[in-house]
């Protein structure tokens, strides 16, 4: 199975930005299309932004285009998201996903392999 690991969250204040970091392992990473969702206290997980597996397509949610940023590296396994301008409404847990599968996915239902997750917090 893929074994997806977050790292880079923390606690910022408003306007800082944070780029996180997602390292894959147990499979051949360029296969996978992958995502990232975040989860609030007492919210639904809720899709963030993906990317195809050669980087030629992105997808974000509408209300974070033009703050967020998703790329990814296959020589290093790893997916990345910048995070500009952040918000305190963007405090969260920030998950990774892999998805296998063609069409464009939004729900965490698509998808088979997630990370444990990292805290992003930001303070007005």
């Known amino acids: 199975q893929v074994q997806l690991v977050e790292s880079g969250g923390g606690l910022v204040q408003a306007g800082d930005s944070l780029r996180l970091s997602c390292a894959a392992s147990g499979g051949t990473f360029s296969s996978y299309a992958m995502a990232w969702f975040r989860q609030a206290p007492g919210k639904e997980r809720e899709f963030v932004a993906r990317?195809?597996?050669?980087?030629?397509?992105?997808y974000y949610a509408d209300s974070l285009k033009g703050r967020f940023t998703i790329s990814r590296d296959n020589a290093k396994n790893t997916v990345y998201l910048q995070m500009n301008s952040l918000k305190p409404e963007d405090t969260a847990v920030y998950y990774c996903?892999?998805?296998?599968?063609?069409?464009?996915?939004?729900?965490?239902?698509?998808?088979?392999?997630w990370g444990q997750g990292t805290q992003v917090t930001v303070s007005s």
């Open positions: 990317i195809s597996r050669t980087s030629r397509m992105t």
């Open positions: 996903a892999a998805d296998r599968g063609i069409a464009v996915h939004t729900t965490i239902a698509n998808y088979d392999y």
